[in-house]
């Protein structure tokens, strides 16, 4: 069955610690609570999409012990095709470490084990899987190598290729050059823009005229920037909520938005209504079970309408050269 999504990603069993802050180093904090569940940024992304209504697949890895098993009844459970998941003995399941402060604010330790087995040999295998798709999601918790691979197969067949560049790292060329939209965090922004504290419309402007894609920023409870290649520039406002936890709010904005784009939404339309999941989805605890409905979404897009503005990019200050070698790398 062909998908309308294919998410070629990561598997990380999460085991989330709470405390009141981040340790200082070398301090033993007394944490206030524990979880553990399915999570990694391609696998919420996947659930995300899946449960904003879009026929779903996965490419990735997971280890042969009791992490694979679960993430295998999950994918099933949720109604994501898991043709092109493997199952490796020889390697263990990835997990995260999240500490949550009280605020909802987190930061995270991944151990990628079995996601840094997948390789251009796997990707090249489950060429059909992502050739049937409409949109193809990425990030960076796989080898870089696999994430060419695999927007090279997709761009040639006209799939749209998102790419979240999550953990930031050097990017080649030959990745940006078949990446259709770019959907950084503002943190991720100045790091490939390499031009930390800029204004985030200028360093996004920036790399969309490098690199001839749509970019799309995700800035929290500010909401999100759109910016496409026709020179246009959008704020999306995003909706008041009480955060309790923010772990996975990106990831579910990236799985709503290629649901959205495969659905066939223009980009802002897409991006409020991602917005809008994201905000639902830091309302509750979790990474991947976060992810809310497409009624609920809808629901809270009904009763909290909101305008889609226009916004302005410095003509001045938009270079090529914002991108920075040390992070975007020569082919």
Known sequence: MSADVCVVGSFMMDLVAYAPRRPEPGETLIGTGFSSAPGGKGFNQAVAAARAGARTAMVGCVGDDEM???FRTMLGAEGIDATAVTVRPDAGTGV???????????????????????DTAQIVDAAPVITGAKVLVMQLELAVEAAVAAARIAHERGVTVILNPAPVCPLPAELLEHVDVLVPN???????????????????????????????VTLGERGALVLTRDGVARRVPARAVTAVDTVGAG????????????????????????NAAAAISVTRTGSAASAP????????????????????VSPTTVSPGVVSPAVVSPR
């Open 251 to 274: 990831d579910v904005f990236c799985g709503y938005l290629a649901a959205g784009l495969a659905q066939g939404l223009d980009l802002a339309t897409a991006a409020d209504a991602a």
């Open 96 to 118: 995260g470490l999240p500490l949550v402060e009280p605020s909802g604010q987190n930061s995270i330790v991944v151990v990628p084990r079995a996601n840094h087995v997948v």
């Open 293 to 312: 409905t497409a009624d609920e979404v809808r629901a809270l897009v009904a009763a909290s309408p909101t305008t889609v503005s226009p916004t302005t």
């Open 186 to 216: 503002e943190g991720e922004l100045a790091a490939l823009s390499g031009e930390p504290g800029a204004d985030p419309v200028t360093s996004a402007a920036a790399l969309r005229d490098r690199w001839g894609l749509d970019v799309v």
């Open 68 to 70: 694979g098993a679960q």
